[in-house]
């Protein structure tokens, strides 16, 4: 894993046989990042040639009604996906250079990228409209997306795997737990509902995000500290 890519502190770290392999090291960019990783792979006999990688796959945070189902990565799925980084700005264009970064180093390997929007496709527009003109949506996209679809699809499926049921049968609320937050009810192995909302953001406090806050606090705010620069 490349931590903090592009500040000074910036890390690599490899798991090999249970064992956690961590360096602090200069990582610059995704190309650099790239690169490293394919390094560490030969350096723990991983592979012998990175000619040996198949296929990759790519966790993309956004991506909004574009994409239905996972995807072969090519040049214009590749453009979407960074053009989707209104919806998600600190994370689709990242994503998108790691992408360009892996075509340059394994060329023949095949990029599949895989949305965290997706799996809340399911929801009824019911629960992903906002209370706002109906035109906001048809223009803009303006919905709920959620995130961290990826992570509550697979715990659902471990869920049913684990209780002897069949996903379909059952009624579950899964908590994804990190710095990142959400909480999705899943109905039927459908999302029915989940907490994130336009972008990950919303709804409950988490490490790296305030969650939901009053609208009327930020002007609020403000209003104080104009008055307080104007005070002295």
């Given at each position: 894993m490349a931590?903090?890519?592009?500040l000074d502190?910036s890390?690599?770290t490899?798991?090999v ?12 960019n ?10 560490k792979?030969?350096k723990y006999?991983?592979i012998?040639d990175?000619?040996e990688i ?8 956004a ?6 189902d996972?995807?072969?990565?090519d040049?214009e799925?590749?453009?979407?996906i960074y053009?989707?980084k ?5 994370h689709?264009a990242?994503e998108?250079?790691?992408?360009k ?5 394994l060329?023949?390997?095949?990029e599949?990228?895989?949305?965290d ?18 035109k906001?949506y048809?223009k ?12 509550v699809r697979y715990?659902?499926q471990?869920a049913?795997?684990i209780?002897?049921r ?5 009624k579950?609320?899964v908590?994804?737990l990190?710095?990142?937050?959400s909480?999705?009810a899943?109905k039927?192995?459908k ?6 909302g336009f972008?990950?953001?919303a709804?409950i406090?988490?490490s790296?995000?305030s969650?939901d806050?009053?609208?009327s606090?930020?002007p609020f705010?403000?209003k104080?500290?104009?008055?307080r620069?104007?005070q002295?």
């Amino acid at each position: 894993m490349a931590d903090r890519v592009g500040l000074d502190d910036s890390s690599f770290t490899i798991k090999v046989n249970g064992e956690k392999h961590q360096e602090k090291i200069a990582i610059p960019n995704s190309e650099t990042a790239v690169t490293i990783l394919l390094k560490k792979l030969k350096k723990y006999n991983l592979i012998d040639d990175p000619k040996e990688i198949i296929g990759i796959g790519h966790r993309i945070v956004a991506g909004g009604e574009e994409f239905k189902d996972s995807a072969l990565v090519d040049q214009e799925t590749l453009q979407k996906i960074y053009d989707l980084k209104q919806y998600a700005p600190l994370h689709n264009a990242v994503e998108a250079d790691v992408i360009k970064a892996f075509m340059k180093f394994l060329p023949d390997a095949a990029e599949v990228a895989v949305f965290d929007t997706l799996f809340h496709q399911s929801l009824d527009p019911v629960h992903y409209l906002y209370s706002l003109p109906y035109k906001y949506y048809e223009k803009y996209g303006a919905r709920k997306y959620g995130a961290h679809g990826i992570s509550v699809r697979y715990i659902s499926q471990k869920a049913a795997q684990i209780l002897n049921r069949d996903i379909k049968d059952l009624k579950l609320i899964v908590c994804h737990l990190g710095s990142g937050a959400s909480i999705t009810a899943v109905k039927n192995g459908k999302s029915y509902d989940t907490s994130m909302g336009f972008t990950p953001v919303a709804e409950i406090t988490m490490s790296s995000r305030s969650g939901d806050v009053d609208p009327s606090l930020l002007p609020f705010i403000m209003k104080k500290y104009e008055k307080r620069r104007h005070q002295h």
